[in-house]
């Protein structure tokens, strides 16, 4: 028997390591890494993206922005508030993120100027300028970072907001309880979740997250199934989680408080270690594309305001004119 052994229990080893292998390939989340370092490229090349090849009825185009301002910028942290919506989040939960330096709201497809000024950021060019069309190629400079994630309904998508940090301290409120908490190579991480509706319409699910320390193997559970990876220990802001519902073309956004420091909303979008001094970042989350509407034009642009596009209407006003001259041609009363 000894003689058999060894093959057998090397031939175990090797089923056992395929499985591991298996399984961790196939429930790696979509994790992006943004950071000023990050390349600012899509994920898939944008012409393939545009095709709507990867879009079915469970599958959304999320662009995401981070922008880099400068801290306490007047622009971010007062004027663009007064056309961001902030009610679209329950009491209770504006209550908790404010409780936690956060500060989040929605703005609709009827863009305003402070907000594409600042999307718009630039030495170039004049921040007086009012846009309503902005192209892909025009946001790679260092100032805004934007990706493309393509996301399944519940597939579990990452979007690292800061660098990893050495040791941090970070100070929250859980309904009502104080508390604080030291990480060591700490980074910043907002978890999303889509899930499409028949209206076209899609539901984001936010759940801000501290990833911290070495990656190492555990069991994730996920979508009522198990499955081995390798991540690094966390720690989510459950009261912090939040659910919003989006036509394709809108914005949510969120920031920190700068007058609260030291707190969760400072950690992910306060950077201290920028080369141009202390910044504040703006996330910014948008569906571009589903099944039922596509955001995008011909030539590649993004239309920040849909009704400047000219693109439905004139598919509109096509189909009316054909419409008309059906009616007129079968209609006996117009003496034609």
């Given at each position: 028997m000894s003689q058999f052994a060894s093959p057998i229990r090397f031939l175990c080893a090797v089923i056992c390591l395929t499985l591991g292998a298996l399984a961790f390939s196939g429930c790696q989340s979509n994790m992006l890494l943004l950071t000023k370092s990050t390349p600012n490229t899509p994920v898939q090349d944008d012409d393939f993206l545009l095709s709507g090849r990867l879009a079915n009825s469970e599958t959304v185009l999320l662009e995401v922005f981070?922008?880099?301002?400068?801290?306490?910028?007047?622009?971010?942290?007062?004027?663009?508030?007064?056309?961001?919506?902030?009610?679209?989040?329950?009491?209770a939960l504006r209550r908790e993120l404010t409780a936690n330096g956060f500060r989040a709201g929605l703005i609709g497809n009827q863009l305003p100027s402070s907000f594409l000024r600042i999307l718009k950021t630039r030495d170039d060019v004049d921040p007086s300028q009012i846009v309503t069309t902005i192209r892909l190629d025009e946001l790679a400079n260092q100032t805004v970072v934007r990706k493309t994630i393509a996301s399944r309904n519940g597939q579990k998508n990452e979007v690292n907001v800061s660098n990893v940090k050495k040791q941090s301290t970070i100070l929250f409120?859980?309904?009502?309880?104080?508390?604080?908490?030291?990480?060591n190579d700490g980074q910043a991480v907002m978890v999303i979740r889509t899930q499409t509706r028949g209206d076209g319409s899609v539901t984001l699910d936010l759940l801000p997250e501290v990833q911290y320390g070495q990656p190492r193997q555990t069991f994730q559970y996920d979508a009522g199934?198990?499955?081995m990876a390798t991540a690094r220990p966390k720690r989510a802001f459950d009261s912090l989680h939040s659910e919003i519902t989006v036509?394709?073309?809108?914005?949510?956004?969120?920031?920190?408080?700068?007058?609260?420091?030291?707190?969760?909303?400072?950690?992910?979008?306060?950077?201290?270690?920028?080369?141009?001094?202390?910044?504040?970042?703006?996330?910014?989350?948008?569906?571009?594309?589903?099944?039922?509407?596509?955001?995008?034009?011909?030539?590649?642009?993004?239309?920040?305001?849909?009704?400047?596009?000219?693109?439905?209407?004139?598919?509109c006003s096509e189909e009316d004119a054909k419409e008309e001259k059906e009616e007129t041609e079968s209609d006996p009363s117009t003496g034609e």
């Open positions: 981070i922008v880099r301002c400068p801290f306490n910028d007047p622009e971010l942290n007062s004027t663009l508030w007064k056309d961001v919506d902030e009610q679209v989040f329950s009491a409120n859980e309904n009502g309880a104080l508390g604080g908490e030291t990480f199934s198990v499955t036509q394709p073309g809108q914005f949510v956004v969120m920031t920190s408080r700068p007058e609260m420091s030291g707190n969760v909303g400072s950690f992910f979008f306060t950077d201290e270690e920028a080369e141009s001094g202390t910044e504040q970042k703006l996330l910014c989350f948008r569906v571009s594309y589903t099944q039922h509407n596509d955001m995008y034009t011909e030539d590649g642009t993004l239309p920040m305001d849909p009704s400047d596009s000219g693109l439905a209407a004139g598919k």
